[in-house]
């Protein structure tokens, strides 16, 4: 590569920075609403206007249905009476009556639903706490004495608790990361989670026609998804991806792929996989731009049922209502700022550039400000709209409006990837603890589980009992190359926790727990 990455210095405590809790101000996520760009809003309409044909003709053949069912016998027998000699009329008519509802039925959507979903709990003998960490890292020989401090301090601010979990090979004295434990544990996570999901829908392997698998880092062959499709002998026509390389945002890339596949499949099932593989992927060099990763990510999977057959909406629990992605990689600074690659000893780790915190906020920024137009409130658009007209085309010297997503949704599941960027969303978002609470309780009870983070938090509000039939659910999540994605979510029911069955139901009572706030740990 013809530019040279910009990776943390190797030795530096400011490292701790880039996940932990950014000190300078350059490493904070930038203002949201100073920076805002018109060309983004106006791809948030861009998209609402794309189903401009659906949006004009709903109302349309509301108002004809209405004006029809209001008719007496008699008038029908008039309206009869005045057509029947006339046939140019009546061929108009019809085939503007067909030419309408042949528009309205290709134009419309069909609906997606979100049967049900389930999120891997490993055995409680992959537990993993601070100690046991900090343990086996030192008995691997690997890591210099400063860097074992660095991973503690790292360990002690995370947000992470104590009881993350960690696949056998990684815990085992001495580690044993090879091919075969790799795929035992990618067994283990994807199975488990599938068949808890089936058997929580009892809808028969037979019947799924679309499998997509997400895992960024572990890509054997055969495929993630042939290992599903082998174990679980799916039929032959079965329509089978694996994403790779797509960092933890993949999980709603994922589902943005079923949502557009399942509007050509009719009456069809879909079934995504969202997991990150621990075993082969971890770091023991001493690049400390490598070893953050170490302490955040941990063992974890997740299993959504997706459907557009409109005989699965009463037993369903939530309807997609929108995704936007949004991908930065055209820029430089972006695509290389978490890189998988050799350190100068050639072992293999997943560097974070200085840049990260800075190229996460114009990500969130970018795909937040083309979902609001698509979300919020006509007010909270107006007020909005006018202000940045003001500021930006105006040269008005005024305060910038921030929206409040609050009145767009009710819940908020944002990636637990770190918690300085759980902070800077809270604050740039205003939003509360209560809101943040399932993304830092996850965080703090299963650590970073990659693209399976969401579903661990959307998990926790079910277990909670918060979800009420209509409530908005906002799923965002960022990852390498730099991407960051978004869906949204609508309850057709009230979740009901005694009736669930989720990782977090036997200890929901101990939730949730309080965290100390971060202090930097530069030095």
Same mark, same amino acid.
């Given at each position: 590569?013809?530019?040279?990455?910009?990776?943390?210095?190797?030795?530096?405590?400011?490292?701790?920075?880039?996940?932990?809790?950014?000190?300078?101000?350059?490493?904070?996520?930038?203002?949201?609403?100073?920076?805002?760009?018109?060309?983004?809003?106006?791809?948030?309409?861009?998209?609402?206007?794309?189903?401009?044909?659906?949006?004009?003709?709903?109302?349309?053949?509301?108002?004809?249905?209405?004006?029809?069912?209001?008719?007496?016998?008699?008038?029908?027998?008039?309206?009869?009476?005045?057509?029947?000699?006339?046939?140019?009329?009546?061929?108009?008519?019809?085939?503007?009556?067909?030419?309408?509802?042949?528009?309205?039925?290709?134009?419309?959507?069909?609906?997606?639903?979100?049967?049900?979903?389930?999120?891997?709990?490993?055995?409680?003998?992959?537990?993993?706490?601070?100690?046991?960490?900090?343990?086996?890292?030192?008995?691997?020989?690997?890591?210099?004495?400063?860097?074992?401090?660095?991973?503690?301090?790292?360990?002690?601010? /995370?947000?992470?608790?104590? $009881?993350?979990? #960690?696949?056998?090979?990684? !815990?085992? %004295?001495? =580690? +044993?990361?090879?091919?075969?434990?790799?795929?035992?544990?990618?067994?283990?996570?994807?199975?488990?989670?599938?068949?808890?999901?089936?058997?929580?829908?009892?809808?028969?392997?037979?019947?799924?026609?679309?499998?997509?698998?997400?895992?960024?880092?572990?890509?054997?062959?055969?495929?993630?998804?042939?290992?599903?499709?082998?174990?679980?002998?799916?039929?032959?026509?079965?329509?089978?991806?694996?994403?790779?390389?797509?960092?933890? /945002?993949?999980?709603?890339? $994922?589902?943005? #792929?079923?949502?557009?596949? !399942?509007? %050509?499949? =009719? +009456?069809?099932?879909?079934?995504?996989?969202?997991?990150?593989?621990?075993?082969?992927?971890?770091?023991?060099?001493?690049?400390?731009?490598?070893?953050?990763?170490?302490?955040?990510?941990?063992?974890?999977?997740?299993?959504?049922?997706?459907?557009?057959?409109?005989?699965?909406?009463?037993?369903?629990?939530?309807?997609?209502?929108?995704?936007?992605?949004?991908?930065?990689?055209?820029?430089?600074?972006?695509?290389?700022?978490?890189?998988?690659?050799?350190?100068?000893?050639?072992?293999?780790?997943?560097?974070?550039?200085?840049?990260?915190?800075?190229?996460?906020?114009?990500?969130?920024?970018?795909?937040?400000?083309?979902?609001?137009?698509?979300?919020?409130?006509?007010?909270?658009?107006?007020?909005?709209?006018?202000?940045?007209?003001?500021?930006?085309?105006?040269?008005?010297?005024?305060?910038?409006?921030?929206?409040?997503?609050?009145?767009?949704?009710?819940?908020?599941?944002?990636?637990?990837?770190?918690?300085?960027?759980?902070?800077?969303?809270?604050?740039?978002?205003?939003?509360?603890?209560?809101?943040?609470?399932?993304?830092?309780?996850?965080?703090?009870?299963?650590?970073?589980?990659?693209?399976?983070?969401?579903?661990?938090?959307?998990?926790?509000?079910?277990?909670?009992?918060?979800?009420?039939?209509?409530?908005?659910?906002?799923?965002?999540?960022?990852?390498?190359?730099?991407?960051?994605?978004?869906?949204?979510?609508?309850?057709?029911?009230?979740?009901?926790?005694?009736?669930?069955?989720?990782?977090?139901?036997?200890?929901?009572?101990?939730?949730?727990?309080?965290?100390?706030?971060?202090?930097?740990?530069?030095?």
């Amino acid at each position: 590569m013809d530019q040279k990455k910009q990776v943390l210095p190797p030795v530096s405590d400011s490292t701790v920075q880039i996940e932990v809790q950014p000190k300078s101000g350059n490493k904070n996520l930038p203002d949201f609403l100073l920076s805002v760009k018109l060309k983004y809003v106006k791809l948030g309409y861009h998209y609402l206007i794309s189903h401009a044909m659906f949006l004009l003709l709903t109302p349309l053949v509301i108002i004809v249905s209405v004006r029809l069912s209001t008719l007496t016998f008699d008038d029908l027998v008039q309206l009869w009476n005045q057509l029947r000699f006339n046939l140019v009329t009546v061929l108009i008519c019809s085939v503007l009556l067909v030419f309408i509802a042949t528009l309205y039925f290709m134009s419309r959507p069909r609906k997606i639903y979100l049967v049900n979903f389930a999120c891997y709990k490993p055995e409680p003998e992959r537990k993993c706490t601070r100690e046991i960490f900090m343990e086996r890292s030192m008995l691997t020989g690997s890591f210099s004495e400063e860097n074992l401090a660095f991973q503690k301090k790292i360990l002690e601010r /995370s947000g992470l608790g104590q $009881s993350t979990y #960690l696949p056998e090979a990684v !815990l085992r %004295v001495p =580690p +044993n990361p090879c091919m075969a434990e790799a795929r035992k544990e990618a067994e283990m996570v994807m199975f488990g989670a599938v068949d808890e999901l089936l058997g929580k829908t009892g809808v028969q392997a037979k019947d799924i026609g679309i499998v997509i698998v997400n895992c960024s880092l572990f890509n054997p062959t055969p495929s993630l998804s042939a290992m599903i499709v082998n174990h679980y002998k799916l039929r032959s026509n079965v329509m089978s991806y694996n994403l790779g390389g797509m960092g933890c /945002s993949a999980g709603l890339i $994922s589902i943005d #792929l079923a949502k557009q596949l !399942l509007q %050509v499949q =009719p +009456n069809s099932y879909a079934l995504v996989v969202s997991l990150e593989n621990i075993t082969l992927n971890w770091y023991f060099g001493n690049n400390r731009s490598m070893l953050v990763s170490n302490c955040l990510f941990r063992m974890g999977g997740a299993a959504v049922l997706l459907s557009n057959r409109s005989s699965d909406r009463c037993r369903s629990k939530y309807q997609l209502i929108h995704t936007v992605r949004t991908h930065k990689g055209a820029d430089d600074r972006c695509f290389n700022c978490v890189f998988q690659e050799e350190d100068e000893h050639k072992k293999v780790g997943v560097a974070l550039s200085k840049d990260l915190m800075a190229v996460a906020g114009e990500a969130l920024k970018t795909n937040i400000t083309t979902l609001g137009p698509l979300v919020l409130p006509l007010s909270e658009q107006l007020l909005f709209f006018a202000t940045l007209v003001g500021r930006k085309i105006l040269k008005m010297k005024i305060k910038p409006y921030i929206p409040d997503f609050k009145l767009a949704f009710e819940h908020f599941c944002i990636h637990a990837g770190g918690r300085a960027v759980l902070d800077e969303l809270e604050k740039n978002l205003e939003l509360t603890e209560t809101h943040m609470e399932p993304s830092r309780m996850t965080l703090y009870r299963f650590g970073n589980t990659s693209s399976s983070s969401l579903w661990y938090e959307l998990a926790y509000s079910e277990a909670k009992g918060r979800i009420k039939k209509g409530d908005r659910t906002w799923q965002i999540a960022f990852g390498s190359g730099f991407k960051c994605n978004s869906a949204v979510w609508r309850a057709l029911r009230t979740i009901n926790p005694a009736k669930e069955k989720n990782p977090w139901m036997d200890e929901i009572h101990t939730f949730p727990v309080h965290v100390p706030k971060v202090v930097s740990i530069s030095t």
